[in-house]
């Protein structure tokens, strides 16, 4: 607390005012994307497969990212996720514009900062679920213990089960804490009950879901279900490579009251 002309003024940390602004401002806007483009070139042809798209996202959020097949959501999550780069415009991480990395820095990021949950798994078959997550934890700074997180998402007795052992649904989960695991920056999800059944994609979704808020994670799921926008803080939908709607969820549902 710092005192001028008898007036108390709050300071921040690194001794300024404004250090807290701007901190509460990282927060608001922990990811943004401003004018990305994505366009790839076959022979003459140019594909825009996104568009000039901007949004931003607030730390902490449940995001749902929305919109019909083509559409360039799957760009968009592998854009933020650093497997693919922008053309043009602004992709801001937690203040980093990750879009002027170099190929080093991108993996560095995508090591370190970025969880991924694929739509089918990919995890491999000659490892057991423990084995699994632990591989991906040898080249993280600060992981979190395998066993642990397996035990959070409920695969506590199946730790030296092989993939092959394991429903279609415990695969998703050890998938979903090899990316916990990591103790990442971002979670992003790429369709990742596409290949469930209703009832096994809706615990998975809980799941997500409580990790956001128990973990306080950032977590981005693309899908082309929109009945599962209600579950989201905010709802993104893309079309033809553009934000087409963007709103926000006061009271954000629980996966529980959702049907499809």
């Excluded at 506590?156 to 103790?183: D, M």
Aim: net charge neutral; proline share 3%.
């Amino acid at each position: 607390m710092a005192v001028f002309c008898g007036q108390q003024t709050d300071t921040a940390a690194d001794g300024t005012a404004a250090g807290k602004t701007e901190r509460n401002r990282s927060m608001e806007n922990f990811v943004q994307l401003k004018n990305v483009s994505k366009v790839y070139k076959m022979g003459e042809v140019e594909i825009r497969a996104v568009d000039g798209i901007e949004f931003s996202i607030s730390k902490g959020e449940f995001v749902v990212i929305v919109g019909p097949s083509g559409a360039g959501k799957t760009t968009v999550l592998n854009i933020l996720g650093g497997m693919d780069t922008a053309t043009k415009g602004q992709v801001l991480v937690d203040g980093e514009d990750i879009a002027k990395y170099s190929p080093r820095r991108l993996t560095g990021y995508r090591r370190d900062d970025i969880g991924f949950v694929f739509q089918f798994y990919n995890l491999i078959p000659n490892l057991t679920a423990l084995e699994n997550v632990e591989l991906a934890l040898q080249i993280c700074k600060h992981p979190l213990k395998a066993q642990d997180v397996l035990e959070e998402v409920g695969l506590g007795n199946r730790l030296k089960n092989f993939p092959a052992q394991l429903s279609g649904g415990e695969q998703q989960r050890v998938s979903i804490a090899r990316a916990l695991a990591k103790n990442p920056k971002l979670l992003l999800c790429d369709e990742p009950t596409g290949a469930l059944d209703y009832q096994t994609g809706k615990a998975i979704l809980k799941l997500l879901q409580d990790m956001c808020r128990e973990k306080g994670m950032t977590v981005i799921v693309i899908t082309h279900n929109s009945a599962i926008a209600p579950m989201a803080d905010r709802v993104i939908q893309i079309k033809n490579g553009k934000v087409a709607q963007m709103r926000m969820n006061e009271a954000p549902m629980s996966v529980a009251d959702i049907e499809w």
